[in-house]
């Protein structure tokens, strides 16, 4: 399937490792030119290396914080000015802390705020601009099952996530004439190298060898494994093609069968 992606300009937030990174290779792959951001430099150019070297593309390198506003500002600048377009947005962000209730301060709840739905806001406004001058866009958010179905031990998560569906769900109405789509993907469980250090913290806590953790921790996933972070990529980038164009509104779990909610 050609997916009409080649000479388009893309911008990935927080790429430099995982979910991220496996989009941004994604996109190159089908002949898009790519920005990346994330905080830390080494680990961002380490990332775009990897990415020319295997698909061969244009990629800009832009270390940015996607909770600072001029950060944003300056990513989305940086990006068309190198690319002289923007096409397709991913939002992305780290995870909000774990931990229960009574843990969580006022201070907490407002770092999730800004971590996850405040990021994707700040970025979808700074790029609709280039998207409607053209009257095509592309817009995916990844944030997690949580919006779905909450998960144990993750209230941030839970609480603050479904904000971004809500407000992805109002902007499919909102910018549907302009030829822009805006969809949410939520992962389930995928191994990245954070997922990772999460998971063999609970084995630690639970007694348990790592490979014997994970076989417990997958039971509940109908396909029976851990996912790979380039299977949300493969979703994300078909959202993001010229295939995807009567798909807008819709929230993806790419999750294994994982959660059983009919919606
Ligand atoms: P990861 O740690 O492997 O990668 C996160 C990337 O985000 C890194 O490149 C990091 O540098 C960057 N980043 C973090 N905070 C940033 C910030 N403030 N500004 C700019 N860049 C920043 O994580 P991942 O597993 O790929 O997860 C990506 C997102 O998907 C997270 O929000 C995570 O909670 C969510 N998620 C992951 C899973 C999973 O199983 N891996 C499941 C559901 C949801």
């Given at each position: 399937m ?15 490792k995982?979910?991220g990174?496996?989009?941004a ?18 680990d ?12 061969g ?14 950060d ?29 209730f009574?843990?969580?301060t ?5 770092a ?8 994707t ?29 909450p ?49 063999e ?8 060898p ?5 076989k ?48």
């Amino acid at each position: 399937m050609e997916l009409g992606l080649k000479g388009r300009g893309a911008l990935v937030a927080a790429a430099s490792k995982g979910i991220g990174r496996a989009c941004a290779l994604g996109l190159a792959a089908e002949g898009a030119r790519v920005a990346i951001c994330a905080r830390t430099r080494a680990d961002l150019e380490t990332a775009a290396e990897e990415i020319r070297a295997k698909t061969g593309a244009e990629v800009l390198a832009f270390p940015a914080d996607v909770t600072r506003a001029e950060d944003v500002k300056a990513l989305v600048e940086a990006a068309v000015r190198a690319f002289g377009r923007l096409d397709v947005l991913v939002t992305n962000a780290g995870g909000p802390p774990p931990g229960p209730f009574d843990q969580m301060t006022d201070e907490a709840f407002r770092a999730a705020f800004e971590l996850n739905l405040l990021s994707t806001v700040r970025l979808i406004r700074e790029a609709l601009p280039h998207m409607r001058a053209r009257r095509w866009g592309r817009i995916i958010n990844i944030q997690s099952t949580s919006v779905k179905q909450p998960i144990d031990g993750l209230l941030l998560s839970n609480a603050i996530r479904p904000g971004v569906v809500g407000l992805a769900k109002t902007l499919a109405g909102e910018l549907g004439r302009d030829g822009i789509t805006i969809n949410t993907v939520g992962p389930g469980r995928i191994l990245t190298g954070r997922s990772r250090g999460v998971m063999e913290h609970r084995a630690r806590q639970a007694g348990l060898p790592f490979e014997e953790f994970l076989k417990r921790d997958v039971a509940a996933v109908p396909l029976g494994r851990i996912g790979e972070p380039e299977e949300v990529a493969h979703v994300v980038v078909f959202l993001a093609s010229e295939r995807a164009s009567y798909v807008t509104g819709v929230t993806l779990q790419v999750d294994g069968g994982l959660v059983r909610s009919l919606w």
